[in-house]
C-alpha cells in the first residue's frame, strides 16, 4: 500500500514556541491531506483538510491562526504550531486519501509542551 | 455526526469471536475500519463502500447495511496480536469538500488473553 511519513516522530518543546510538523506522502500524490490530533485514550479528532494549492478547511473549534496549515505540493503538507501550550499536547497525525478513498495515515508525532 | 460504536470494551480468551457494530444517523458513502495499538498510528484494516457489501481477509472480516446506515467488524478465533482499540471511519459524502474526510467512532478496546 501507499506511504505516508510523518516528521518528527516526537517533540518536545517549550511553551510559548512553535513547532513544525511534516506529513508527506512517499509514493502517490495527494491533493487532499488531513491533520487529526487524538487525547490519550480518546479517538482521533479532525482538525483540518489540507488542499494543495488553496487554504485549509478548519473544523469547528479549531483555531485557524493557532494550527497553520500549508500545502505546498502534490506530496506535502505542514501544521505549524504556534505559540504551543501544555494543552496542545497532543499525538498529531496526518492522512491522506488515495482515489479508491483509502486513507493511509503518517505514523503520527508525538508533542509535548513543558 | 460521529458515528456511535459498540460495544465499548470487550475481553476474549484466544480464539474466541468478538463483533463490533458501528452505527450512523447519517447517509454514509463509506465505513473504514482501523485497528490501533497503544502509542502508534491506526492501521487500515478494510473499507466499505455504500452498496452495501462485505470484505473480509484472514480471519477479520466486515459488513455494511447501507439501509441501516450500519457496519460490524467481525474478529473471529482471535488471536493476541488482535488486542488493540477499533475504530469505524465514516464518509458522509464524496467528493466536493467531504472527500475522504473521516469522522471516527469512539472506539472499541478489545484485549485478547491467552
Known amino acids: 500500500g501507499a506511504v505516508v511519513s510523518q516528521h518528527p516522530s516526537w517533540v518536545i518543546c517549550k511553551s510559548g514556541t512553535s513547532v513544525k510538523i511534516e506529513c508527506r506522502s512517499l509514493?502517490?500524490?495527494?491533493?487532499?491531506m488531513f491533520w487529526y490530533r487524538q487525547f490519550p485514550k480518546q479517538s482521533l479528532m479532525l482538525m483540518a483538510t489540507s488542499n494543495e494549492g488553496s487554504k485549509a478547511t478548519y473544523e469547528q473549534g479549531v483555531e485557524k491562526d493557532k494550527f497553520l496549515i500549508n500545502h505546498a505540493s502534490l506530496t506535502l503538507s505542514t501544521l505549524t504550531v504556534t505559540s504551543a501550550h501544555p494543552e496542545d499536547s497532543s499525538f498529531y497525525i496526518c492522512s491522506a486519501p488515495d482515489k479508491t478513498y483509502e486513507q493511509y495515515f503518517g505514523p503520527g508525532t508525538r508533542l509535548t509542551v513543558t | 455526526q460521529q458515528p456511535v460504536q459498540s460495544p465499548q470494551a470487550v475481553i476474549l480468551r484466544e480464539g474466541e469471536d468478538a463483533v463490533i457494530n458501528c452505527s450512523s444517523s447519517k447517509a454514509l458513502y463509506s465505513v473504514h475500519w482501523y485497528r490501533q495499538k497503544h502509542g502508534e498510528a491506526p492501521v487500515f484494516l478494510m473499507i466499505?463502500?455504500?452498496?452495501?457489501e462485505q470484505k473480509g481477509h484472514e480471519k477479520i472480516s466486515a459488513s455494511f447495511n447501507e439501509k441501516k446506515q450500519q457496519s460490524s467488524l467481525y474478529l473471529t478465533a482471535s488471536q493476541l496480536s488482535y488486542s488493540g482499540t477499533y475504530f469505524c471511519?465514516?464518509?458522509?459524502?464524496?467528493?466536493?469538500?467531504?472527500?475522504?474526510?473521516?469522522?471516527f467512532g469512539q472506539g472499541t478496546i478489545l484485549t485478547v488473553h491467552p
Open positions: 509514493d502517490f500524490q495527494a491533493t487532499t
Open positions: 471511519g465514516t464518509v458522509l459524502s464524496a467528493g466536493g469538500t467531504s472527500y475522504g474526510k473521516l469522522t
Open positions: 466499505l463502500l455504500k452498496g452495501g
